[in-house]
C-alpha cells in the first residue's frame, strides 16, 4: 500500500474520531456565526449556555444535527486533502532531492514549498468536497420547534379538529430534505454556495501543516542530536499539542474567512430583510461592516478556537498513530513473506 494511501486512510480515520468528539461545539460555533440579530443590547449567551439552551428547548439531539452527512464529509475531506497531500508532498521532497545533487538547497522541503504543497491539497479538498459542507450547515443551523411552541388549538385551522392537531408535527429535516430545498433554491450550483471564501480559507490547513511541519522537524532533529544512536520518534502527547499550537495560529488569522462562509451556506429568507440576504461573498462582507461592525467577524470565535483545536490535535495524534502502527504492520508482513521464501 502507498504512503499516499495509508495517508489518506488515517487522515479519513483521524477526522471520524475527532468529529465524534466535538460536534457539539461545531453546531454551537454554526449557530453563533450565523447568528443576524443586529440589536447591540441583546446579551450574547456563552458556550455552555447555549448547548443548555438547544438541549432544553429542541433535545439533545439537536446537538448532533447533521451528524451523519459531517462524518461523511469529515472522512472525505480528510481523506482526500491527506492523500494529495502525501502525493504532492513526495513530489516536492523528490525536487528538492534533484535540487541538491546540483548543489541547491540541503534536500528537505522549505517552508513555501510546504505551503504550496498543503494549497493545493485544500483546493482539491474544497471542491470535491464542498456540497457536504452546504448540507451540514444547513442542517446544524435548523432550529426545531419544541413541544412548547407548536402552535395551540386557537391558532390551528378550523378544519384540524383535537386529535388532528395532536398528530401534526414539523416534517423531519433530513439529509434528502436539505438537498432538495438547496437544489429547489439555486440549482446545482447551490452546492457550492461560500465556495469563493472557502477556497481563501485554503490558507487555513496551509497555515496550519506549514506551522506543524515546520515544528515537528524541529522537534525530530532536536530530539536526534540529544540521543547518540537513538530515535527522533514523537510521542502521541507531543503530536497532540503541536497539532493544537498550529491549529490554534492558523484558526486566528482566517476566522472572519469561516464567518462569511457559514453565513453564505446557511438558509437565506428570500423577502426577508435585505440585511440578512447576501448575494455574494462581497455583498456578505460590506453588510456585515455595516450593520454588525467588524466584530460581526468574530462571532463565536472562542468556541471556534476550543473545538478547532481539540479537534486538530486529537486528529494529528490519532493519523499519525495509524500511519506508524500500518507502517510497522506492512513492514513486519514485507520481512515474513522475505523469511518464508526459499533459498
Not at 251 to 257: E, K, Q, S
Not at 269 to 293: L, P, W
Not at 325 to 336: P, R
Amino acid at each position: 500500500m502507498s504512503d499516499a494511501l495509508i495517508n489518506g486512510l488515517a487522515g479519513a480515520g483521524g477526522g471520524i474520531i475527532a468529529q465524534l468528539i466535538t460536534y457539539p461545539l461545531q453546531t454551537v460555533n454554526t449557530r453563533q456565526q450565523t447568528e443576524r440579530d443586529v440589536k447591540k443590547e441583546k446579551r450574547k449567551l456563552g458556550t455552555i449556555e447555549q448547548m443548555c439552551q438547544v438541549v432544553r428547548q429542541e433535545g439533545w439531539d439537536r446537538l448532533y444535527g447533521g451528524l451523519a452527512p459531517s462524518l461523511v464529509g469529515s472522512a472525505a475531506s480528510q481523506g482526500v486533502y491527506y492523500y494529495f497531500y502525501q502525493i504532492f508532498r513526495n513530489r516536492a521532497e523528490a525536487t528538492a532531492l534533484e535540487h541538491s545533487k546540483k548543489g541547491i538547497g540541503d534536500g528537505s522541503v522549505g517552508m513555501f514549498s510546504s505551503l504550496v504543497v498543503a494549497a493545493l491539497s485544500g483546493c482539491l479538498n474544497v471542491l470535491l468536497t464542498n456540497p457536504i459542507w452546504v448540507v451540514v450547515t444547513r442542517m446544524q443551523t435548523h432550529t426545531k420547534m419544541s413541544k412548547n411552541s407548536q402552535p395551540s388549538h386557537d391558532d390551528a385551522p378550523a378544519s384540524l379538529d383535537g386529535a388532528a392537531l395532536a398528530a401534526v408535527e414539523p416534517p423531519p429535516y433530513g439529509t434528502g430534505h436539505v438537498i432538495q430545498e438547496v437544489y429547489d433554491e439555486a440549482g446545482v450550483l447551490g452546492f457550492w454556495k461560500g465556495v469563493f471564501p472557502t477556497l481563501i480559507m485554503v490558507s487555513n490547513p496551509s497555515i496550519q501543516f506549514m506551522l506543524y511541519e515546520t515544528m515537528l522537524k524541529k522537534l525530530k532533529k532536536r530530539r536526534a542530536s540529544s540521543k547518540i544512536g537513538g530515535s527522533p520518534r514523537v510521542t502521541a502527547l507531543e503530536i497532540f499539542l503541536l497539532g493544537a499550537l498550529a491549529k490554534l495560529g492558523a484558526t486566528v488569522v482566517t476566522y472572519p474567512l469561516l464567518v462569511v462562509k457559514s453565513r453564505l451556506q446557511a438558509k437565506q429568507v428570500i423577502g426577508g430583510d435585505k440585511r440578512h440576504y447576501y448575494k455574494g461573498t462581497v455583498d456578505a462582507a460590506v453588510k456585515m461592516v455595516r450593520y454588525e461592525g467588524f466584530s460581526g467577524f468574530y462571532k463565536g470565535m472562542s468556541t471556534k478556537i476550543v473545538q478547532s483545536v481539540l479537534a486538530a490535535a486529537v486528529l494529528f495524534m490519532v493519523k499519525e498513530e495509524l500511519v506508524q502502527g500500518a507502517q510497522l504492520l506492512f513492514t513486519k508482513n514485507a520481512i515474513n513473506k522475505a523469511r518464508a521464501k526459499p533459498p
